[in-house]
């Protein structure tokens, strides 16, 4: 193997100054949110009491295709922004593919992620708006890092609430959360109504994505000038992360390229929204129709493949609004696999109707398949993958392959959504073969489906 990849850099002057809202371009707009005991659709002010103001508009804006990023968010880009985006010839050597791939490269922001471009825009609302405290809750310890990060910047005070078994997996993730200096809190945690029920009744439950918002939000709720803030999922998150995707066109005009083929790992949609938008312009308008847009996920939390499309919560209590989602019911318990971004049993709106208008594609990828890919980008490229990022590479991989059958040199554009080096644990289990994959039983799945209100009929 060697390492001869090429960087498309561009400068600071090169920020997007304006985040690209895709509701505008849509066929079909998103389905509105619902309020959870009337059943009808949210308006922005129903939000105010959870959410920052300027969040909760941004969330119900489908008006206007540009949305101006303030001055202080653009200023604190600048210390990661822009991103490169590199052309992997090491990886395509090392597959033998006539493929040209190309990945941008999210894992140099200082937290290791792209969550940091919607963290600074939330922490900045939030303060504008002068509410003095914030809560979230964290999967694998990225969300809550960035937020940590932006939190101290902006002056906030952040309470987080870690799932428990990326709490006791990743502890280095902890320990940076705790250096910018948050308050990490396991979750299910005995603190809040929702986390006492759920230990009562599974007490070993190693906690989900969905819990911990649970908690997150119900602090939220109940303590003086605090909000709550989410990493993935919600429209004004997809919203934040289009600076990745806006670059990334600048990026691929100087390599002379359009892709043929956009991929993002996939949890909620934020990174996959981010780097897959400003891209779908192109199919919206016509110039570049036949594009394809593949969002890649875990074998064992498929909500894109072999999930439904209808309103549920973003939560395991019930505490948010009904979403309209790709979902697995917000009762679905994901195997504790070490890409723990990716454990959440549902979709954001827009990605979600994207794909019922089959305007984007999903596949889901076993857990040791991603492992393999993360291996070999790592040994031909020399960055360590995140676990999550490594089933964007893995579909990556899939498609290269394909190529290299058919003969066909296609773009790939793939998000590299962060980097590893806090994973080693799971890369540690990886070479001593003590990981598996988890396949999802039928049964599972419609038993918690079953359980949903049939709103979409
Ligand atoms: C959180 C996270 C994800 C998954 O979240 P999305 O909102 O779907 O992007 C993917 N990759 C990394 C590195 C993450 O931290």
Known sequence: MSLDSKKFLLQEKDIPTAWYNVTVDMPNKPRPMLHPGTKQPLKAEDLYPIF?????????????????????????????????????????????????????????????????????????????????NITTETGAGQWGAALSLAAKHFGLELAVYMVKVSY????????????????????????????????????????????????????????????????????????????????????????????????????????????????????????????????????????????????????????????????LGHNFAPANIHAGGLRYHGAGAIVSQLLEDKIIEAVDIPQLETFAAATLFAQSEGIIPAPESSHAIAATIREAKACKESGESKVILFNLSGHGLIDMAAYDQYIAGDLSNYEVTQDSIDNNIDTLEKIIK
């Open 168 to 327: 006791h997996q990743k502890p280095y993730r902890r320990s940076i959360m705790q250096t910018y200096g948050a308050e990490v809190i396991a979750s299910p945690s005995m603190s809040t109504k929702a986390g006492r029920k759920i230990i009562t009744e599974h007490p070993n439950y190693q906690g989900s994505l969905g819990t911990a918002i649970s908690e997150a939000v119900e602090l939220a709720m109940s303590t003086p000038n605090c909000r709550y803030t989410l990493g993935s999922v919600l429209n004004h998150v997809s919203l934040h992360q289009t600076v990745i995707g806006q670059e990334a066109k600048k990026q691929m005009e100087m390599a002379g390229e359009y892709p043929d083929i956009v991929i993002g790992c996939f949890g909620g949609g934020s990174n996959f929204s981010g780097i897959s938008f400003p891209f779908l312009q192109g199919k919206f308008d016509g110039s570049r129709a036949a594009t394809r847009f593949i969002a890649a996920e875990p074998q064992s939390c498929p909500k894109l493949t072999r999930g439904v499309f209808q309103y549920d919560f973003g939560d395991e209590a019930g505490y948010t609004p009904l979403i309209p989602m790709r979902t």
């Open 52 to 132: 920052a103001e300027e969040l909760a508009n941004q969330e119900l804006n489908m008006t206007d295709r540009f949305i101006e990023i303030p001055e202080e968010v653009r200023e604190m880009y600048k210390i990661y922004r822009p991103t490169p985006l590199v052309r992997a010839r090491g990886l395509e050597k090392a597959l033998d593919t006539p493929a040209h791939i190309y990945f941008k490269n999210e894992s140099v922001s200082p937290v290791g992620s792209h969550k940091l471009n919607s963290a600074i825009a939330q922490a900045y609302y939030c303060k504008k708006q002068g509410i003095t």
